[in-house]
């Protein structure tokens, strides 16, 4: 009988000792996978503190109306982006050539009167003498007379087919001279208009901040490739903001003055710079001459 009672309670604190296992190993799964939960959401609210102080966000103040002159200007610039399209280049044979070009005064005469008006046809070709199939060209049409020291402009219209209209009031008497110079071939004005919208890594910008006797000198400007923390300023009038790397145990409104310089990048190919080399006079003056004007 002793044996039997020794053999149960054996068997009982077996049975207890691998009911009481179980259960460790039940909670300790339980709580890895709680702890796990628990260091995540820590994780994410790190995280999401770390965000909102690297990248701040803009007041949302309420945009103002364009004023007359804004909107005026922003007709301007859209209509010089059509004015102004892309134009294809692959070479510069394919340019317009000041030198085989051709002009031509509609309907001369021997002598005008004081106040007429002279038309000039202008045919644009290229450097290999084909007649260009589109406008775009950069022209500057001027009249003078030496005996006034006195000038005027004339007026360009573009066909867009490769010939121009030409006019000239002719306002005062005596002899005048006409000029009609190739400033930059259609190519190169499309280059410059893309190149002139284009990033905005030309200008570096430099802000000082300065705190009591120390000041420190950091990046600036209207976009920053940085994962520092960043001082926002915006300009309540046209609601653009300007961002400078907030440095170490310094404010923000700490920031005294900025100094700016040029960055030596071009938004040019070699190609496209080859169209800017400066030329001789004859090979940009298409058309010269000199009128008789009489009253």
Known sequence: MSSNTMLQKTLLILISF??????????????????????????VHYWNNSAKSLFP??????LKPLTETELRIKEIIEKLDQQIPPRPFTHVNTTTSATHSTATILNPRDTYCR??????????????GQRKQYGGDFLRARMSSPALTAGASGKVMDFNNGTYLVSFTLFWEGQVSLSLLLIHPSEGA??????????????????????????????CGLTLNSNAEL?????????????????????????TYMTTRNREVSYLTDKENSLFHRMAPGETSIAGNQVQSGS
């Not at 038309?119 to 644009?124: F, G, K, S, T």
């Not at 802000?207 to 420190?216: D, E, Q, R």
């Not at 926002?232 to 907030?246: G, I, N, P, S, V």
Request: charged share 20%; proline share 3%.
């Open 190 to 219: 499309s280059a410059l208009w893309r190149a002139r919208n284009q990033g905005y890594d030309k200008i570096i910008f430099k802000g000082k901040f300065v705190n009591g006797t120390s000041h420190v000198f950091t990046e």
């Open 115 to 128: 106040g007429d008006q002279l038309d000039i046809l202008l045919e644009v070709r290229d450097h290999l």
């Open 57 to 62: 966000k803009t007041s949302l103040i309420p």
């Open 18 to 43: 691998s009911v009481v296992t179980w259960m460790i190993f039940i909670i300790s799964q339980n709580f890895t996978k709680l702890w796990s939960a628990l260091n995540l959401s820590i994780s």
């Open 231 to 255: 001082c926002e300023y915006l300009d309540d009038r046209d609601q653009e903001a300007f961002y400078c790397m907030k440095p170490q145990h310094m404010p923000c409104e700490a920031l």
